[in-house]
């Protein structure tokens, strides 16, 4: 670890002077005997974070160490529960990948979160970044986790302009300036909820910023133009599908269990047509041939995935409910808390 220099001392001392004061109030940040998060909390906190705001995580988070308040009780659960649960943070991988994780943790590491990096890093779905911030955050270990927030500020402070795609290694090392010692779980902490608050992706506030005389962004007047984009001219691609909304005279919807393969494993699930790029290769889901003479058209439409936009033609058929005895059904009126993903709640808001 290099010994700080004199811009990055200042930066640093501001920085966790300012988090003292103006850190926001996140569940996962509650503290504990020795001045530091749960392992646990912060474990779980950063598997939800990949690809899912703080808005939308903080609630969901709550609700979870709820439900299952340490890896032990983690471990006894189910896969489909998990994934039932994590309808609509998104990325379900995630929450297979956590179970996964939590699983080695109670036998490899007696249900205490690993707190050496080469323990961590061996984990499903843990890679650099979630690792040092478990280290950083949850034992105060001398590292520095780089996400967008900590990627941003570092390329405005140098003035890199370059795209960050292209500088990783070159962020790595400025990021690396500002490693502390003694006071590494904060200073991640800060350096994070600044990139949120003030050094923000679009429109920084730089009036009020308390780094501006050590920002090379800010004197060249670039802090709107870094961090450089790359332009893409790609689209999406697109797939296609058809949902058939089966009611039945007890106001139940009928769902199945997806794959445990591909998108949206072992979820809940509409019948629908397996998804395709080609429209004119969709191929009727086995089901619809038995409500084929009820069947209507109730409307398109179209969800945006991280990859693709899926567009879905919605159907609608009511049958009696003893005509389809071998199928899992649940109460219209309960369908947004099912655990169905949350484009399969969206078909269902069409068609009822």
Known sequence: MQKL???????????????????????????????????????????MLQQTTVGTVKKRFEEFVVKWPSINQLTNISESKILSFWSGLGYYSRAKNL??????????????????????????????????????????????????????????????????????????????????????????QAFMDYGSLVCTPRNPDCKSCLIKSKCVSNKKNLQNIIPVKIKSNIEKRRKYSRAYIIYNENNEILVRKRSSKGMLPSMLEIPNDNWVINKKKLVEDSIVKKVKKNIKFKGLIEYSFSHFNLETEVFFAYVKKNNFQKHKWIKKNNFKNSGLPTVMKKIIEIAI
Request: glycine share 4%; hydrophobic share 40%; net charge positive.
């Open 99 to 188: 179970l996964k994780a939590a699983k080695i943790i109670k036998k490899k590491f007696n249900n205490e979160i690993p707190c050496a990096y080469d323990n961590l890093i061996i984990l499903p779905g843990i890679g650099d970044y979630t690792a040092k911030a478990i280290l950083g955050i949850a034992y105060n270990k001398p590292v520095m986790p780089i996400d967008s927030n900590i990627e941003r500020i570092i390329a405005r402070i140098y003035g890199l302009q370059s795209p960050l795609m292209k500088i990783k290694k070159q962020l790595k090392d400025k990021s690396n300036l500002f490693i502390s010692k003694k006071s590494s779980s904060n200073l991640i």
């Open 5 to 47: 220099k004199a811009k990055e001392l200042i930066i640093q001392r501001k920085l966790l002077g300012w988090y003292k004061k103006n850190k926001r109030n996140l569940p996962w940040r509650k503290l504990y005997k020795n001045q530091l998060p749960s392992p646990y909390f912060v474990l779980v906190s950063e598997y």
